[in-house]
Nanobody, 115 residues
Framework: VQLVESGGGLVQPGGSLRLSCAASGFTFSSVEMSWYRQAPGKERELIATISKSGGSTNYADSVKRRFTIARDNDKNTVYLQMNSLKPEDTAVYYC?????????WGRGTQVTVSS
């Protein structure tokens, strides 16, 4: 199993980034996928989840209406489009899925929002 995040970087407040998570080693279309983030000194936070087909999504209040999660089951990739970024969005962003009996995680990608 492998989850590889990419697309992070330094962006100014109000800017946008699109994160990608390339998955391999499992049947991607059979699992719900999620994005988490962890800011320095804080606990890891669930920010977005997408159903197996992509037809249903859920967001944390902190990112609702600014972030959009999407997936391409043909490309085994899940995305996180982040708009109107704020300094408090600075964190390491991880993609993840749960398949009993455990969670699977990528290594994360750093997003820094600063002027």
């Amino acid at each position: 199993v492998q989850l590889v995040e990419s697309g992070g970087g330094l962006v100014q407040p109000g800017g946008s980034l699109r994160l990608s998570c390339a998955a391999s080693g499992f049947t991607f279309s059979s699992v719900e996928m999620s994005w988490y983030r962890q800011a320095p000194g804080k606990e890891r936070e669930l920010i977005a989840t997408i159903s197996k087909s992509g037809g249903s999504t859920n967001y944390a209040d902190s990112v609702k209406r600014r972030f959009t999660i999407a997936r391409d089951n043909d490309k085994n990739t899940v995305y996180l489009q982040m708009n109107s970024l704020k300094p408090e969005d600075t964190a390491v962003y991880y993609c993840s899925y749960y398949q009993p009996p455990r969670d699977y995680w990528g290594r994360g990608t750093q997003v820094t929002v600063s002027s």
